[in-house]
């Protein structure tokens, strides 16, 4: 009797002791998660241009599926030149060192948007200093520049999912620009820029894959559905507002376990020609 209630005991102190230890991991990993949903949360930005007859609209909806906390972004900010900057992008991987890396990549891009806001030019560079710094993580990005006056788009992508646009005449796409490799991977890449042109009721829809892939749904019926969406929105006359809270809605439908992040950019105002 004594020997097997000596067995017992240490058997016991074994699963005790495995417990402390799946409870010491369980604590750290929740940890890391709410590190990187708080760096971000407070590398997204605050406030975005506030730009007549245009509308900016942003949803921002962080992975909650066990450490899936990716590096998803979405920006928005005046040029020197007075044109608006719009951009959203996605870092491989979902840890904490990949929403630290989403806070470099929007800083540089921000900072030499200072020097060039030719969208090209500017992902060309952030894709050097990027590989400059020596990291092995990569990012996909689309970057936009508006010119308020004439309502004419440039943009360029770089391994980024393409826009989803609509009219106010009924119809609507996806974008079909020529984009580039993803940032960080290879120097010396040139990224082709598109131009475009939002008319009046227009919209623009920038997304993550987050919003439109999962395990419930493939990318391109993803992208439909964003289509439908949009369509709907441009017709009814809705507000930027209305169609972001509608596609991060439907994001839910793809069964994600990533971020998923959308910026629309609509049109309300009175046509110019360039």
């Not at 020097?115 to 020596?134: A, W």
Request: with cysteine; net charge negative.
């Amino acid at each position: 009797m004594p020997r097997k209630r000596s067995m017992d005991d240490e058997l016991l102190i074994r699963l005790r002791s495995l417990t402390a230890q799946a409870r010491e991991r369980a604590e750290y990993q929740r940890s890391q998660v709410e590190l990187a949903i708080a760096l971000q949360r407070g590398m997204l930005p605050r406030d975005l241009p506030d730009t007549p007859r245009f509308h900016l609209a942003v949803r921002y909806a962080p992975a909650t599926y066990g450490l899936n906390v990716g590096g998803d972004w979405y920006d928005a900010f005046t040029l020197p030149d007075g044109r608006i900057g719009l951009t959203i992008g996605d870092v491989q991987g979902h840890n904490i060192e990949a929403a630290a890396f989403m806070g470099q990549v929007r800083a540089g891009l921000r900072a030499l948007a200072s020097v060039t806001g030719e969208p090209g030019e500017l992902l060309s560079r952030t894709n050097d200093l990027l590989i400059s710094l020596g990291n092995d993580l990569f990012a996909t990005c689309t970057f936009m520049r508006l010119d308020p006056e004439t309502g004419v788009l440039e943009s360029a992508r770089a391994g980024h999912i393409p826009f989803v646009w609509a009219t106010a005449d009924g119809k609507s796409g996806i974008g079909e620009d020529e984009g580039g490799p993803p940032l960080g991977i290879e120097p010396g890449i040139e990224y082709p820029v598109s131009r475009f042109r939002l008319t009046t009721g227009g919209m623009f829809v920038l997304l993550t894959d987050g919003v439109v892939e999962g395990p419930s749904m493939s990318v391109q019926e993803g992208l439909d559905q964003v289509v439908r969406l949009a369509g709907i929105a441009a017709v009814a006359g809705l507000e930027a507002h209305s169609l972001a809270a509608a596609v991060i809605k439907g994001a839910e439908q793809v069964g994600h376990e990533d971020d998923a992040a959308v910026l629309v950019l609509g049109h309300d105002g009175i046509d110019r020609v360039p």
